[in-house]
């Protein structure tokens, strides 16, 4: 079974410029997450998705950072314009479902900005 | 945001001891608590988890133990192996309340 899949992998750019990231989640499951892990901490939600609807988006910066999930599959990610501070690593993870023991999140690899 | 605090931030074990890390919890909606490993480059790996109705759970080397009334959960790796050396995060979720992260315990097993 494929995993989480997230492009790119890397990501260097100048503050002020847009960036987008990627995820394929697994197939068949319907709750897919961001999750932005800054270096030394852990995980921190960003958004999360079931099928298509946003349903928590809390803790989102809207106004530099948007996100969808078109079909309830696919997702993207991305920051308009990119400052210093958003340097971290974006992770997607997806689980059959959100409440119960479907909770089990996987996660993909991850992909690390740097904003210079 | 931090609603789980973990301890210690790193550790440094030799071959063969055994590796303890401790996790402190707040809000007593929670009621799914995992740990993850992450190797540098990966995603976090789920490891182990437990649910509140259980004081221990136990897989292969890893054992959760589980405190409900001390909001308090560890993990203990037996028999600690160089491949176990990885940066380990707990967690807690449940309640309507998405998952929580620990800051991470950065483990090293020394040969």
């Known amino acids: 079974e494929a995993g989480v899949v997230q492009s790119p992998r890397y990501k260097i750019i100048e503050k002020k410029q847009p960036v987008a990231f990627w995820c394929n989640p697994i197939s068949g499951h319907n709750t897919l997450y961001w999750y932005r892990q800054n270096l030394g901490q852990g995980p921190e939600l960003l958004i999360r998705?079931?099928?298509?609807?946003?349903?928590?988006d809390s803790q989102l910066p809207k106004d530099r950072f948007s996100a969808e999930r078109l079909k309830g599959v696919d997702s993207t990610l991305k920051i308009q314009p990119a400052e210093l501070g958003d340097s971290a690593v974006y992770l997607c993870?997806?689980?059959?479902?959100?409440?119960?023991?479907?909770?089990?999140?996987?996660f993909g690899p991850g992909t690390r900005l740097t904003v210079l | 945001q931090q609603q789980v605090k973990q301890s210690p931030q790193s550790l440094i074990v030799q071959k063969g001891g055994i590796s303890i890390i401790n996790c402190a919890y707040e809000?007593?909606?929670?009621?799914?608590f995992p740990w993850y490993q992450q190797f540098p480059g990966k995603g976090p790996a789920l490891l182990i988890a437990i649910r509140p109705d259980v004081s221990e759970k136990k897989e292969g080397r890893f054992t959760i133990s589980f405190n409900k009334s001390a909001k308090q959960f560890s993990l203990h790796i037996m028999d600690s192996q160089p491949g176990d050396s990885a940066t380990y995060f707990c967690a807690a979720s449940g309640g309507n309340n998405d998952m929580r992260f620990g800051a991470g315990t950065r483990l090293t097993v020394k040969p």
């Open positions: 809000n007593t909606a929670f009621d799914y």
């Open positions: 993870a997806s689980s059959l479902a959100y409440w119960g023991a479907y909770n089990e999140q996987f």
């Open positions: 998705y079931e099928n298509e609807e946003a349903v928590d």
